[in-house]
């Protein structure tokens, strides 16, 4: 009788697991909404298992209540879990980082918090003053760790097959009236999910 009570225990947790419990210093992957833009950024960049991600955001759980810090919109900003999850209308994926850098959540939710009204990163160029969604986890990082936490990568805005720009990025930075930055260092949310530091733990729908 024994045995058959164990046996069923351990098959309900690995057919039913658990719901993972959100904490601070998570981070939760997106596939936004956005149009060509977005396509154009699934294209060239490959995200955890081969799933399309185009945002990013920094969970804080304060009062019991949850929050994200996001580089999104005008500027960096504080919003609720419901807020950022009307980005998307898919599953969206719970990263945290390795158990030997958690002493590192502190200081990257502090940084993060001081940058809450920084302007966004419309022109998608590291270190100019402004934050893009990956790029203001790449710095909450950099600045806890004391260097490079995450890696930066040479960022290209062309189509895979043909070597040509994509026309929404012709026509979004032909708008800005800025040299499109092909080749410039930098990140993406697919990039800092596959990263070595992070594991994926669980999804929230």
């Not at 981070?27 to 960049?45: R, S």
């Not at 930098?186 to 994926?200: A, L, M, R, V």
Request: glycine residues 8%.
């Amino acid at each position: 009788m024994t045995k058959h009570i164990l046996f069923f225990l351990l098959y309900s947790c690995l057919v039913f697991p658990q719901k993972t419990t959100l904490r601070s210093g998570d981070l939760l992957f997106q596939k936004m909404n956005c149009g060509e833009l977005c396509d154009a950024i699934h294209a060239v960049t490959e995200g955890y298992q081969g799933n399309d991600f185009s945002h990013l955001g920094l969970v804080v759980i304060e009062n019991d209540s949850i929050f994200i810090i996001e580089a999104a919109g005008n500027a960096v900003r504080k919003v609720t879990l419901e807020q950022f999850s009307k980005n998307t209308q898919t599953t969206m994926f719970i990263g945290r980082v390795k158990s030997k850098y958690q002493k590192l959540i502190p200081q990257v939710i502090s940084f993060a918090k001081q940058q809450i009204g920084i302007p966004y990163d419309d022109d998608y160029l590291y270190d100019n003053g402004k934050y893009y969604c990956s790029e203001l986890i790449y710095d909450a990082f950099l600045k806890a760790y004391g260097k490079p936490f995450f890696e930066l990568q040479p960022m290209t805005f062309k189509q895979p097959e043909s070597k040509a720009f994509f026309p929404a990025w012709v026509e979004y930075y032909q708008n800005i009236k800025v040299e499109i930055p092909e080749g410039e260092l930098g990140c993406n949310p697919g990039g800092i999910s596959t990263s070595d530091k992070i594991k994926i733990v669980g999804k929230l729908n």
